[in-house]
């Protein structure tokens, strides 16, 4: 079965200190690999995405995430957290076997950075 | 360019009900899907629909369905509906590339439709 681990319900970080958000996943064959980021009463918005090549993709906002095919991981970071990157983060994944364009998400982990 | 955008934006409804959620893609995209998030969850997959037919479906009853419309604008119904149908309904669109994810093409999401259930 395919599927998506945020072991982390809340991340909590000083503003300027680096961050890690952690993913894990699950999934027969090669994935797509996706984070979106969702703030209040908001839709989610994309973030970045792993297809292929270079294991560290960058991607809006100065995040960047490293795909770990050994440990099946896709963790999300960033150098320097800022106050308003804090919401909530959710990790996906797409079957390349899949017909439909069918993403499974983590449960989320809520990124709280302090001034 | 104009963004996903559904309608309507919260609703308040009761067991046994039915109800319709409305949602127009971005422009460009021709392939739609519905997503339900429960609070504190991470969105499951309900369907997706192309070229009007629905071709991809989570693990969802009969009582949820969906149309797709010619200006690929959608609507997800939820028949007989139950408290767990509480939550928030999202829409998201995607470019067309014959419907298959053999791209990586990204979804873009509306703000949802927010349900309760009493």
């Known amino acids: 079965a395919q599927s998506v681990a945020q072991p982390e319900d809340q991340v909590n970080v000083a503003e300027g200190n680096p961050l890690t958000v952690k993913c894990t996943y699950s999934v027969s064959g090669n994935p797509y690999l996706f984070w979106y980021v969702q703030y209040p009463n908001r839709g989610l918005q994309f973030l970045l995405k792993y297809i292929t090549g270079d294991n560290l993709v960058k991607g809006s906002y100065g995040f960047e995430a490293e795909f770990n095919k050994s440990q099946t991981s896709f963790h999300l970071k960033k150098p320097s957290a800022l106050v308003s990157d804090s919401a909530l983060y959710f990790c996906?994944?797409?079957?390349?076997?899949?017909?439909?364009?069918?993403?499974?998400f983590g449960s989320g982990t809520r990124l709280l950075v302090r001034p | 360019e104009t963004g996903v955008t559904q309608s309507p934006t919260h609703l308040i409804k009761t067991r046994g009900q039915q109800v319709t959620l409305r949602c127009s893609s971005q422009?460009?995209?021709?392939?739609v899907s519905w997503y339900q998030q429960a609070l504190g969850q991470g969105p499951q997959f309900i369907f997706q629909?192309?070229?009007?037919?629905?071709?991809g479906r989570g693990n969802f009853p009969p009582r949820f369905s969906g149309l797709q419309f010619p200006n690929y604008s959608s609507e997800l119904n939820v028949n007989a509906l139950e408290l767990d149908d509480s939550a928030l309904y999202l829409c998201?669109?995607?470019?067309?590339?014959?419907?298959?994810?053999?791209?990586?093409?990204?979804?873009?999401f509306g703000a949802g439709s927010r349900l309760t259930v009493l």
């Open positions: 629909y192309y070229r009007e037919e629905e071709n």
């Open positions: 422009s460009g995209h021709n392939t």
């Open positions: 998201a669109s995607s470019p067309a590339d014959g419907g298959r994810a053999t791209g990586a093409n990204v979804l873009t």
């Open positions: 996906a994944v797409r079957n390349l076997m899949d017909s439909s364009y069918k993403l499974i």
